[in-house]
């Protein structure tokens, strides 16, 4: 039998349930009065271009990825080495998440980072973490 405390959290999760559903039916009753135009109710810039946008305003105008992407498409050995290592991996969103390396303070903890980028299946052998280190050293210093 359900305590005291349980049925006063049982009915919490029931009211932000049904708040959640009052929610929904209120959007949908906007959508079926507006049609389309319901949207500029629930979404400030609309007509702007924050879809397009959105998930890279950090990334565009980035030096160290654009040096990075121009890098991983070169002929320069240890290019080569890194699409090697990669295999089937996107070199776009590689190029992303080591220029976001560039954060990381810790030089330890950006090495590890870096190495499990490049590894498959979290698998870390002595080459990758070459590879990792010699792109830390290309890039972070």
């Not at 009052?22 to 949908?28: D, F, L, P, S």
């Not at 990381?104 to 950006?110: F, H, K, L, T, V």
Request: with cysteine.
């Amino acid at each position: 039998m359900p305590n005291q405390s349980e049925t006063a959290s049982y009915e919490g999760q029931l009211d932000k349930f049904a708040q959640a559903l009052a929610t929904a039916r209120k959007m949908q009753q906007d959508w079926l009065t507006y049609g389309l135009d319901f949207v500029h109710i629930y979404v400030e810039d609309v007509d702007g271009d924050w879809l397009e946008t959105w998930e890279y305003d950090e990334i565009l105008g980035n030096q160290l990825l654009d040096a990075v992407k121009e890098f991983l498409v070169s002929d320069d050995i240890l290019a080569v080495q890194v699409r090697q290592q990669l295999g089937e991996k996107s070199l776009f969103d590689f190029a992303v998440n080591l220029a976001a390396c560039e954060r990381i303070a810790e030089e330890g903890e950006r090495l590890s980072a870096v190495v499990n980028l490049l590894a498959d299946d979290n698998v870390h052998n002595l080459d990758v973490e070459n590879l990792a280190a010699h792109l830390v050293e290309r890039f972070f210093r």
